[in-house]
């Protein structure tokens, strides 16, 4: 478990070939429902690969837990060497190869940073190329809510081009604590955009997560001038 509702899954195709996806884009998980209906949940692929050297095996999601939901009570059910159907990867919410962007400002609440986690070698190598800048805004209530904090602030520390930048709207860590933080911020994520000066000239954002919180950062940042083409946007629901 990443957090009280929220559990970290790693997959394996049966047939023991490597999934071959885009960081940012995710799967399907397919099953029915008690009375046969057929459904499907859609879940951001986490996995850290390096693309450079080929495709990877692991396929890793982070799967919210809905009380009474369907896909809650198939994810809990699973023990190891279970089989469950997927199809995939779908999606474009990627980063693109013919940005020439000088700053990636990427915005995220609970789950949504996933897709964030799954970049963190592309942007390596773009900080690295071209002297990208990044920041990780991730949103949640509180610091035992934050996803995959110490990926994102290990990277951090290693990589001085990149912020990860936590911002919980209940709690903050406890002083001395690990989770403590200069770059730790009280509040959503939309009411830190300001201490970061979106600029049309430099930066591309990328939004995803709650829709309230999506659609609340994609209008401040029109406000700060980035066409909408600069505001690449990802809405999760959770669903029963």
Do not use: W
């Amino acid at each position: 478990m990443l957090a009280p509702t929220i559990g970290h899954y790693v997959l394996a195709r049966d047939d023991g070939q490597p999934l071959d996806f885009i960081p940012g884009q995710f799967i399907q998980i397919h099953f029915d429902y008690a009375d046969g209906t057929p459904a499907r949940r859609s879940y951001s692929l986490a996995t850290i690969h390096d693309h450079a050297m080929g495709p990877g095996e692991a396929v890793e999601i982070a799967v919210s837990h809905v009380p009474g939901g369907a896909a809650t009570a198939l994810f809990e059910g699973l023990a190891l060497g279970d089989r469950i159907n997927a199809s995939g990867p779908y999606g474009r919410f990627c980063l693109m190869p013919g940005d020439h962007n000088r700053r990636y400002l990427l915005i995220g609440t609970g789950t949504g940073v996933t897709p964030y986690r799954s970049m963190l070698p592309v942007l390596a190598q773009q900080m690295a190329e071209r002297g990208t800048e990044v920041v990780v805004l991730s949103g949640a209530r509180t610091p035992g809510e934050l996803l995959y904090a110490e990926d994102f602030r290990a990277f951090a520390d290693a990589h001085p081009r990149f912020r990860y930048v936590p911002c919980l709207s209940r709690e903050l860590p406890a002083a001395g604590s690990p989770q403590a933080h200069p770059d730790v911020r009280h509040g959503y994520v939309q009411q830190q955009l300001a201490e970061f000066a979106p600029d049309p000239a430099t930066d591309i954002a990328y939004l995803c997560g709650n829709p309230d919180m999506v659609d609340a950062c994609f209008e401040a940042l029109k406000g700060y001038g980035l066409p909408v083409p600069q505001i690449r946007r990802e809405k999760y629901v959770s669903n029963k």
